[in-house]
């Protein structure tokens, strides 16, 4: 089946560090630009970085120099390094697939994190 | 930063209803433009990209129009699984990539 599967969600306190993978199956994952967006509790969807084929990335406004992203084809995977969290921070992560036409057409299920002390 | 706006925050409608959700860009994106679908608990799914092709699987009662900076998605007769909130998604300039802030369509 097609599909994405993220992991890594968690409580952590402000100013601390948390890793978010997404894995992805039946798909070649080397062929697709893929992201992350969040979404706070009862709030609107946030996007918050891409990567590239070539490994390119991007960062919105209020994440650059914190969090970080990065892919390892060979195990089929993403992931989102963020660091000096904060609690506008907490929110559920999605990772998604950027397809031919550059809408996202694929997600996962999303994985929790919550900054708080 | 390109910011879109969808009107109304809220809508209330019957199933069987047409109903026309807006979405404005602070400038023009082209037809950079998709819309998606998202139930509680669940991640967006997306209906329609290039600001008119329905994605794979959507069915065609869900409809997109627009260019430039003034979108509409439209459904021709609401049935009771399409009760959700509803985002469009610009592409065309980025980063950042960008939300409007959400429709709410709720049973009347």
């Known amino acids: 089946e097609v599909q994405l599967v993220e992991s890594g969600g968690g409580l952590v306190q402000p100013g601390g560090s948390l890793r978010l993978s997404c894995t992805a199956s039946a798909f070649t994952f080397t062929s697709y630009d893929m992201h992350w967006v969040r979404q706070a509790a009862g709030k609107g969807l946030e996007w918050v970085a891409a990567i590239g084929t070539a490994g390119d990335t991007y960062y919105s406004g209020s994440v650059k120099g914190r969090f970080s992203i990065s892919r390892e084809n060979a195990k089929i995977s993403l992931y989102l390094q963020m660091n000096s969290l904060r609690a506008d921070d907490t929110a559920v992560y999605f990772c998604?697939?950027?397809?031919?036409?550059?809408?996202?057409?694929?997600w996962g299920q999303g994985t929790m994190v919550t900054v708080s002390s | 930063e390109i910011v879109m706006t969808q009107s109304p925050a809220t809508l209330s409608v019957s199933p069987g209803e047409r109903v026309t959700l807006s979405c404005r860009a602070s400038q023009s994106v082209s037809s950079k433009l998709a819309w998606y679908q998202q139930k509680p608990g669940q991640a967006p799914r997306l209906l329609i990209f290039g600001a008119s092709t329905r994605a794979s699987g959507i069915p065609a009662r869900f409809s997109g129009s627009g260019s430039g900076t003034e979108f509409t998605l439209t459904i021709s007769s609401l049935q009771s699984e399409d009760f959700a909130v509803y985002y469009c998604?610009?592409?065309?300039?980025?980063?950042?990539?960008?939300f409007g802030q959400g429709t709410r369509l709720e049973i009347k």
């Open positions: 998604a697939r950027k397809d031919y036409a550059d809408a996202f057409d694929l």
């Open positions: 998604q610009q592409y065309n300039n980025w980063p950042p990539i960008t």
